[in-house]
């Protein structure tokens, strides 16, 4: 007998948890990781944009295996090669073999929030979708809550290494939870791989879908860079806080991440207005951010752990971004076109992560942290233009898939 849908969603969703312990440690490890690989924060920013560059290029196999294979399968497959990447960076001594684990960290990551994603879309109307999808990204984000108080903790006494361990350990349990806990069919596929691979790529540039993708081309690489990264190194380096100190405002900037989606979720389904959501959620993120580098110079935790809780309410919003597209495309290539979404999510996350590091060279963090606001309030003007021709052209919301046939 199988468990409710709601739970076999939360069952994959623990892979989710892992995703985003794994990708924000570095956040309460920046300095001694930097040291012990023998490189600065700013050429630790380009490595770990490893990450997010094979997380996205990985993201067209695993839509496509989504859809043919279903979720229950791709999660089992992708988590084994997380752990697997999670036991690399555990022990790597140089700046080539941490790049070698990110990437492999990355393509294991790559399907851990599109596997509950493309289950629920399959699985219920869009009315509840909205719903579930602010459920995953909460529960998922929960695994920045390891990597903030605890895991400062466990870097503190047993160094970033353990962290990574322990991350590996968490990928080994969620690998259990979907292999005991969750019953699927495949949804099969008759066509043609590569006919499958075009479908993920048209959707990234259909016209319904380009607003969206728009957006979320800065909105990921915004959050992973604050929480991922930068955040760490700002209030340790810059405000003077003790790592524990920075680990427990880290925790409450998680702690907005896991309730935000939420919140998210049922406020887009009680207003339904999700593209004025989505531009307001993301211009205030981006203020909030402003607000911070501004205050850089005043002496009060709790101003700092204020502005940061704004910033993770505010960028949560992209949450919408799923119910968007969902609501776009027809149930059968929903994975296809969500996994098309996460394309531009961590395809833009590995630019930005480059970027940010230029940017913190040339200006230190404070600037890495303007790049971020600039890139959010660049990302929302895009997301309306492009929005506001989609409706001028009259089309239908609804998209069937862009390469079939007749």
Same mark, same amino acid.
């Given at each position: 007998m199988s468990l409710p849908i709601g739970a076999q969603i939360l069952a994959l969703t623990m892979g989710h948890v892992f995703s985003n312990a794994v990708r924000t440690l570095p956040a309460v490890s920046a300095d001694v990781l930097s040291r012990d690989l023998g490189i600065g924060t700013e050429t630790l920013s380009a490595i770990t944009g490893a990450f997010p560059l094979a997380f996205a290029l990985a993201m067209i196999p695993v839509g496509v295996a989504l859809d043919r294979w279903g979720s229950r399968l791709v999660a089992m497959v992708l988590l084994s090669i997380a752990a697997t990447g999670a036991v690399l960076a555990g022990f790597a001594t140089g700046p080539l073999s941490m790049v070698v684990a990110q990437s492999i960290i990355g393509i294991g990551c790559s399907g851990m929030m599109m596997a509950p994603m493309a289950f629920a879309a399959r699985s219920m109307p869009v009315a509840q979708f909205g719903i579930w999808a602010g459920i995953v990204q909460a529960t998922g984000n929960s695994g920045m809550l390891l990597t903030a108080s605890p895991l400062a903790w466990l870097v503190d006494y047993s160094g970033w290494r353990a962290g990574f361990f322990a991350c590996a350990v968490l990928a080994a349990l969620a690998f259990c939870a979907v292999a005991i806990l969750?019953?699927?069919?495949?949804?099969?596929?008759?066509?043609?791989?590569?006919?499958?691979?075009?479908?993920?790529?048209? %959707?990234?540039?259909?016209?319904? $879908?380009?607003?969206?993708?728009?957006?979320?081309?800065?909105? %990921?690489?915004?959050? $992973?860079?604050?929480?991922?990264?930068?955040?760490?190194?700002?209030?340790?380096?810059?405000?003077?806080?003790?790592?524990?100190?920075?680990?427990?405002?880290?925790?409450?900037?998680?702690?907005?991440? !896991?309730?935000?989606?939420?919140?998210?979720?049922? !406020?887009?389904?009680?207003v339904g207005r999700l593209v004025l959501l989505l531009a307001t959620g993301h211009l205030l993120a981006a203020g909030f951010i402003v607000l911070l580098v501004l205050a850089g110079g005043v002496d009060a935790p709790w101003l700092d752990g204020l502005l940061l809780v704004g910033y993770g309410l505010s960028i949560t919003y992209q949450v919408s971004? %799923?119910?968007?597209?969902?609501?776009?495309?027809?149930?059968? !290539?929903?994975?296809?076109? $969500?996994?098309?979404?996460?394309?531009?999510?961590?395809?833009?996350?590995?630019?930005?992560?480059?970027?940010?590091?230029?940017?913190?060279?040339?200006?230190?963090?404070?600037?890495?942290?303007? %790049?971020?606001?600039?890139?959010?309030?660049?990302?929302? !003007?895009?997301?309306?233009?492009?929005?506001?021709?989609?409706?001028?052209?009259?089309r239908a919301p609804a998209l069937p898939d862009p390469v079939a046939k007749g």
């Open positions: 969750v019953r699927e069919r495949p949804p099969g596929g008759g066509r043609k791989l590569m006919d499958d691979a075009k479908a993920v790529v048209g %959707f990234g540039f259909s016209p319904a $879908l380009m607003p969206a993708m728009a957006l979320a081309f800065v909105s %990921f690489g915004a959050m $992973l860079g604050m929480r991922g990264l930068w955040g760490g190194p700002w209030l340790m380096e810059v405000k003077g806080f003790s790592r524990i100190e920075t680990g427990n405002l880290l925790l409450l900037l998680a702690a907005s991440l !896991v309730i935000g989606p939420f919140l998210a979720g049922l !406020v887009g389904r009680a971004l %799923f119910a968007l597209v969902q609501g776009r495309v027809t149930p059968d !290539v929903a994975g296809r076109a $969500l996994s098309a979404m996460n394309v531009f999510f961590f395809g833009g996350a590995a630019v930005m992560q480059a970027t940010m590091g230029l940017a913190a060279f040339w200006g230190g963090v404070a600037a890495a942290l303007l %790049f971020i606001a600039a890139a959010l309030v660049l990302g929302v !003007v895009a997301f309306l233009l492009l929005e506001r021709r989609f409706v001028a052209s009259g």
